[in-house]
């Protein structure tokens, strides 16, 4: 959030029209949303230690409301596994390598025939 309120805090860039482009995973209201944190982000003064604050607020809110949003939907990433769901899963999934067997200099030059088609 701290990068993006020095972009719409930033007079340099006043007056230029600038594209965003946000995932809104088919919803509007999720872009609607983030357009108003960027209007937010233009009011956020104070002490580094107020802005560090307010900006922890906002992003946790966000957070916060994107999830519901994304809960409601249907959309967006699933929830990651625990890790050691996802370990086994994994495993499970590896095969091992098969090895070939030497077959000598005959098997070598096939394999390069094969691959320079």
């Known amino acids: ?4 309120r020095f972009v719409v805090q930033d007079q340099r860039l006043a007056n230029i029209p600038l594209i965003l482009e946000t995932p809104t ?3 509007t209201e999720v872009w609607r949303r983030e357009m108003e944190i960027l209007y937010e ?7 580094d230690e107020e802005v ?3 900006l922890k607020e906002m992003t946790d809110s966000w957070r916060d409301e994107l999830k519901a949003m994304r809960e409601k939907s249907g959309k967006g990433p699933k929830p990651k596994a625990v890790k050691g769901e996802a370990a086994a899963k994994s495993k ?3 095969a091992p390598a098969a090895k070939k067997k030497g077959r ?14």
């Open 1 to 4: 959030m701290a990068a993006f």
């Open 25 to 27: 995973f088919e919803e």
């Open 41 to 47: 982000l233009q009011e956020v003064t104070g002490t």
């Open 52 to 54: 560090e604050t307010i």
């Open 92 to 94: 499970a999934k590896k």
């Open 104 to 117: 000598g200099k005959e098997a070598s030059e096939e394999e390069e025939e094969e691959d320079e088609e």
